[in-house]
């Protein structure tokens, strides 16, 4: 049974850092793309970062790019995100995602078919 683990969430006041762990079980997604979105109350689900399988490309919203960095270890089945310069409207749910085989990471969340159950990250100001 395919199972994404999230860790790392929590409160954090603004211009903090915070790095969040996904980490996979039950399978293999060494070739894989992976990605991270956040949820806040009340809106839909966004896309933050991906990372090709092979971690020669990363993508990250516009919203993000600078702050965020998208990595991730095959050899622990395990993606990370280091979030710097935290701002109280990064706060969300944040989930990891695994998109399709050999396939560019995508910024849509139908193009993803397993998911973490998700960390909250709360930004204070």
């Known amino acids: 049974q395919v199972q994404l683990v999230e860790s790392g969430g929590g409160l954090v006041q603004a211009g903090g850092s915070l790095r969040l762990s996904c980490t996979a079980s039950g399978r293999s997604f060494n070739n894989y793309p992976m990605g991270w979105f956040r949820q806040a109350p009340g809106k839909e689900r966004i896309f933050v970062a991906a990372?090709?399988?092979?971690?020669?490309?990363?993508y990250y919203a516009d919203s993000v790019g600078g702050r965020f960095t998208i990595s991730r270890d095959n050899t622990k089945n395990t993606v990370y995100l280091r979030m710097n310069d935290l701002k109280p409207e990064d706060t969300a749910v944040y989930y990891c995602?695994?998109?399709?085989?050999?396939?560019?990471?995508?910024?849509?969340?139908?193009?993803?078919?397993?998911w973490g159950q998700g960390t909250q990250v709360t930004v204070s100001s």
């Open positions: 990372i090709t399988w092979n971690t020669l490309h990363t």
């Open positions: 995602a695994v998109g399709r085989q050999f396939q560019s990471p995508t910024s849509t969340t139908q193009e993803y078919d397993y």
